[in-house]
T-cell receptor, first 113, second 115 residues
């Protein structure tokens, strides 16, 4: 099993450009999450999904959109990138059903110039 | 919202030494998790704790769920160079209403091991 995979691993954008980060998991997990990690800030939840076709806002959702059209995939979109969105983005998934252990992907390092 | 205070922020130790770090919350937690993040990688789950007082080991790592339910501890025995990384605690607030999506994360302890 590959676990949680993320593409791309690195990306550089110019201010105002758009992009989509892809997360895929092969563990049949119900829940999926997008976090950003910034120095001194720890991990902050952007959006999450409790099942196929559902999404919800986390603590820092502004400037991001998400979609979960298939159970195994969770997409994070930036419609108009800003320098403040320079960060490392992690996707995670969990089984759901009362278990909370989250399993993380390797991350995407995004730089917005 | 609730906060997790993780200490120390960083540690520099010699290979072979034991390490202790802890995490405290402002509210009662019903689950504690400990993760390790290697440079350039995502966090990897090390240990999960579910009951107050629970003591769980994973190789040279031992974690405890504090009896007050507001803290947790991670110990690493006989450290080796590959223990280098950032160790995060995470927990689920008892008052989260049973939702199993929301974890609160500490800001991490950076461990450096000198060979």
């Amino acid at each position: 099993n590959a676990g949680v995979t993320q593409t791309p691993k690195f990306r550089v954008l110019k201010t105002g450009q758009s992009m989509t980060l892809l997360c895929a998991q092969d563990m049949n997990h119900e829940y999926m999450y997008w976090y950003r990690q910034d120095p001194g800030m720890g991990l902050r939840l952007i959006h999450y999904s409790v099942g196929e076709g559902t999404t919800a806002k986390g603590e820092v959702p502004d400037g991001y959109n998400v979609s979960r059209l298939k159970k195994q995939n969770f997409l994070l979109g930036l419609e108009s990138a800003a320098p403040s969105q320079t960060s490392v983005y992690f996707c995670a998934s969990s089984y759901g059903g009362g278990t909370i252990e989250q399993f993380f992907g390797p991350g995407t390092r995004l730089t917005v110039l | 919202g609730q906060q997790l205070n993780q200490s120390p922020q960083s540690m520099f130790i010699q290979e072979g030494e034991d390490v202790s770090m802890n995490c405290t919350s402002s509210s009662i937690f019903n689950t504690w998790l400990w993760y390790k993040q290697d440079p350039g990688e995502g966090p990897v789950l090390l240990i999960a704790l579910y009951k107050a007082g629970e003591l769980t080991s994973n190789g040279r790592l031992t974690a405890q769920f504090g009896i007050t339910r507001k803290d947790s501890f991670l110990n690493i025995s006989a450290s080796i160079p590959s223990d280098v990384g950032i160790y995060f605690c995470a927990g689920r607030d008892f008052n989260s209403g049973g939702s199993n999506y929301k974890l609160t994360f500490g800001k991490g302890t950076l461990l450096t091991v000198n060979p």
